[in-house]
């Protein structure tokens, strides 16, 4: 098992439960491959440059242990999301 960081801005045209229920699923999918350590809910930020037209966006940084193939399953899930602008995950030294 390795510990890992995720950071994922959700866009912020969607609504509090909606942004809630992508968290939620992502949430979950990491619960079933492994334990969520923290997790911190930075909340709707500027963007430091457009990303689909839009200068806001909703941030979460979630702590993980996992095994060590997960990862690229969870980036992949990511990127086919409706809703996610931008992720980020990597491994965390101990």
Request: proline share 3%; hydrophobic share 40%.
């Amino acid at each position: 098992m390795a510990k890992y960081e995720t950071m994922l801005i959700t866009t912020a045209t969607l609504d509090e439960e909606a942004t809630a229920a992508l968290v939620g699923k992502f949430k979950t999918l990491i619960e079933a491959n492994g334990t969520i350590d923290s997790i911190d809910e930075w909340g709707k930020r500027r963007l430091a440059y457009p990303i689909n037209d839009e200068n806001e966006g909703v941030y979460t940084v979630i702590n993980f242990t996992s095994e060590p193939d997960f990862p690229a399953e969870l980036d992949r899930v990511y990127k086919i999301t409706e809703g996610v602008m931008r992720s980020l995950i990597v491994a965390k030294e101990d």
